[in-house]
């Protein structure tokens, strides 16, 4: 199998352990479960950074965010950068993307710009750096919401980001527009949009922000859109090689999973997190900023900010979660059955994962942004390969590593400047992962909010900006992450052995891409 196939199936907002084959013994997922019977799931693989945008431009393009200049959410990635699909396209694969793509901004609100540093006067536009340098305008704008929403007929130019064959969805739960709207439209038949909060059935609960119960049914809903997509797409007889990205918006928040699925887990029975009792917000080792971000979500619930959440609402969140991971893993069963009909089951590579994680509990606290505790960073890996054994991998993993595994096992090299490595190679050992976030600059008033995180022989170590505070955990002896060791004068020695990790992997992972073209 020189030139296989791949179907890469991708989840939003999943943390590893909201799934069966990762211990979790409520959450019913048997397809994905039958994946990591047959292939190797990696135990320990980790984002690059915690959020949606940043991390899908580096599982893309086998980047940090620093480098290829996704940061955080807001700026796109580059429409000069190169991607694995780019890499597969360009060597004759059929490339297919249907679902969330998030290489683009999806807010049509725009953000404030810097200005220019120093006193004097104010520099003319075309010298001033910060403003040149913007990936804006009408080529970036292809994943507007908003613009979806005015004009479902439109369309995007091809290729997008390598993918050839594109089917958009850009939102999250039943708040879903792109290339789903018009599908959705047509199958509606003159019926009323069943979409949002404002279109919830009456018997929606009240009260627990980020739910509601959907209006639209199970076969009209996001995820069954992008596995008919997956499944239509699997039907061409081509006999070119092929890859594949479904890529679903669920399980991310807001938590509506359509029809039987929205009451599939009874909350009563969920437990909650071993940490739910240590709350972030009782944490007097923290920044301001940090414990700021929280506040902000305190403040706007229904929005994209952790919050706090108490006990009753927190398992119906989580039951909820699982309702949507199942439907998931139902449409998951459904594409693996296109695939063995089309008879290409033999000459493909299936991988399952996940962008980031979710709170979903963990010291009181739901979503994203803020600490990196182990419920966020830590996402599902799963790659069957039918020339592979099944196995467990123990190997420490990065996001930046999947593009650089792909590429290799598609007998290809990778591009120069690509950061990651393969994590099938015989010989490959641990490395530290590093996790670059931007934080979020509007909960401080000199916007210095980023961190960074450093995993590494089984600790955590997080470094805050502008903060002589910071997070140094022993996940072995305290996996619910409850006892921070940061000032602890007997743990001085292993916090100095992560800061001279951190040091000596921001220098490995510094940019390449930029040649020199002369020695002088």
């Not at 499944?231 to 594949?244: E, G, I, T, V, Y």
């Not at 942004?369 to 123990?394: E, N, Y």
Request: net charge negative; aromatic share 8%.
């Amino acid at each position: 199998m020189s030139r296989p196939n791949f179907l890469v199936i991708m989840t939003d907002q999943q943390r590893a352990d909201h799934l069966g084959c990762y211990g979790n013994s409520i959450v019913r997922t048997p397809h994905v479960d039958g994946l990591a019977a047959r292939g190797t799931r990696f135990e320990r693989f980790y984002v690059a950074n915690p959020i949606c945008q940043p991390n899908r431009a580096a599982l893309a393009t086998g980047q940090m965010t620093s480098v290829n200049g996704c940061r955080q959410n807001g700026i796109p990635l580059g429409l000069d950068a190169t991607t694995y699909a780019d890499v597969l396209r360009a060597v004759g694969y059929r490339t297919g993307l249907v679902g969330k793509a998030h290489f683009q901004n999806v807010s049509p609100v725009p953000a404030r710009m810097p200005e220019a540093r120093g006193h004097g006067d104010p520099l003319p536009e075309p010298v001033d750096l910060a403003r040149r340098s913007q990936r804006r305008g009408p080529d970036y704008g292809h994943e507007i919401r908003a613009h979806w929403v005015e004009d479902p007929d439109r369309d995007v130019p091809r290729p997008y980001y390598g993918f050839d064959h594109l089917r958009l969805c850009i939102g999250h739960g039943d708040q879903v527009e792109g290339h789903y709207s018009r599908w959705l439209t047509q199958r509606l038949g003159g019926a009323p949009d069943p979409r949002g909060r404002a279109a919830a059935l009456p018997a929606s609960p009240r009260d627990v922000p980020q739910v509601w119960r959907t209006a639209v049914p199970e076969d009209l809903y996001p995820t069954a859109y992008v596995g008919e997509e997956a499944c239509a797409f699997l039907r061409d007889r081509s006999d070119d090689p092929f890859l594949l990205v479904a890529s679903f918006p669920d399980p991310h928040h807001p938590f509506t999973p359509p029809g039987r699925y929205f009451d599939m887990y009874d909350p009563d029975e969920i437990p909650l997190p071993e940490s739910f009792a240590h709350p972030t917000r009782d944490r007097t080792d923290l920044p301001r900023h940090i414990r700021r971000v929280y506040e902000i979500g305190a403040e706007k619930p229904d929005a994209y900010w952790p919050f706090h959440s108490d006990a009753e609402a927190t398992r119906r969140m989580i039951a909820l979660n699982y309702g949507a991971i199942s439907l998931i893993d139902e449409w998951v069963g459904r594409i693996l059955r296109a695939l063995e009909d089309s008879g290409k089951a033999g000459s493909t590579i299936v991988v399952f994962m996940s962008d980031h994680g979710d709170y979903m509990g963990d010291h009181g606290t739901v979503l994203k942004h803020g600490l990196h505790t182990h419920g966020l960073i830590r996402v599902p890996l799963i790659w069957v390969d039918p020339d592979r054994k099944p196995a467990v991998s123990r190997l420490q993993g990065s996001a930046i590593d999947f593009a650089p595994t792909l590429l290799q096992r598609a007998g290809l090299k990778c591009p120069i400047g690509m950061q990651g490595r393969d994590l099938l190679a015989g010989d490959a050992v641990d490395l530290p992962v590093l996790i670059e976030d931007a934080g979020l600059a509007f909960a401080s008033d000199d916007g210095r909010t980023a961190s960074r995180t450093l995993v590494h022989e089984g600790w955590r170590m997080s470094v805050f900006e502008g903060s002589d505070l910071g997070e140094l955990h022993d996940l072995e002896a305290d996996p619910h992450e409850l006892s921070n060791l940061w000032a602890d004068p007997a743990h001085a020695e292993r916090k100095a052995v992560m800061m001279q990790h951190l040091a000596h992997r921001m220098i490995a992972l510094r940019d390449t891409g930029l040649l020199s073209t002369h020695q002088a």
